[in-house]
């Protein structure tokens, strides 16, 4: 079988494909799980990548659960009570962790269907953009579920609480010009200008040094979460380490001499 994500490097950006187009890319074993978790290590510890792009294979971005394996009560879905909290907490639960722990700059560019978790997979992204024929559905109410994978937490900060508990407690779709009006996405394209769009955005986040992106990415982060004050604590210290790197150095010099910089990632 083929691997579930397709990794493919151009220069400092990274493109992540989900590859189970048959089934819609959706997120059921094990192996899928472990697959994104264990990428996201692999680019953190790169320092020389820059940006990433997640989509998917195939007419969908990713249909979250496979309602097959639910009815069979197969992969994720297998076990008492006792077992599939377990199963959650060490498998699919690890993706969000991951993701939100993964300091570089991850784009989803949305080919199609958005659905389940696979919304809340476009949710731990940082930027999203979607083809004008994707949808969007929280739907895990109209199969009796609750959001098993953060989708309670993630959602309610991409859209507001109100639209949040309007898509969860529905379960309903909503077409991709509703999602740009929700705040969802921040822009649409056509089909085939998905991923040249999404990598003309990498591009420029790429052009900048990859410290300043990855800790302005950490601070944002922390900030949902955080009082003003600690905030600002914070801000000094990663503005103290940033001032003291090569590429800020390197970054000032370029400016002054009107000239484009050269950053080595030190």
């Known amino acids: ?7 493919e490097r151009d220069g400092p950006v990274v493109t992540a494909t989900l590859n189970r187009p ?4 959706a997120l059921t074993t094990d192996t899928d799980f472990r697959a994104i978790v264990d990428f996201c290590a692999e680019v953190s510890a790169d320092r ?14 990713c249909a979250g659960g496979n309602v097959k394996d639910m ?3 197969e992969g994720l879905f297998k076990g008492n009570p006792y077992e599939l909290r377990d199963r959650y907490r060490t498998g699919i639960q690890q993706i969000p962790l991951a993701l939100w722990e993964l300091e570089v700059p991850v784009i989803a560019a949305i080919n199609g269907p958005a ?6 997979l476009a949710c731990m992204c940082d930027i999203r953009i979607a ?4 949808n969007f559905a929280h739907s895990f109410a109209k199969l009796g579920l609750v959001p098993g994978d953060g989708g309670a937490w993630l959602l309610p900060r991409v859209v507001g609480q109100s639209r949040a508990a309007m898509m969860t407690l529905t379960g309903d779709t909503i077409d991709a010009a509703t999602a740009l009006d929700y705040g969802l996405v921040g822009e649409l394209a056509e089909a085939e200008a998905l991923l040249p769009r999404a990598r003309a955005i990498a591009d420029r986040i790429a052009a900048n040094p990859g410290h300043a992106t990855r800790l302005s990415k950490r601070l944002m982060r922390e900030a949902q979460d955080l009082s003003l004050k600690a905030v600002l604590e914070l801000s000094a210290a990663y503005q103290a380490l940033a001032h003291h790197t090569r590429d800020h150095v390197e970054a000032v010099d370029a400016f002054l001499e009107r000239r484009p910089p050269r950053f080595e990632d030190r």
């Open 1 to 7: 079988m083929s691997p579930f994500l397709i990794v």
């Open 115 to 120: 659905v389940g978790a696979g919304l809340d």
């Open 22 to 25: 048959e089934q819609r890319n």
């Open 131 to 134: 083809s004008r024929s994707a």
């Open 48 to 61: 020389s990548v820059r940006a990433v792009i997640l989509t998917g294979a195939g007419s969908a971005f």
């Open 71 to 73: 009815k069979a009560r």
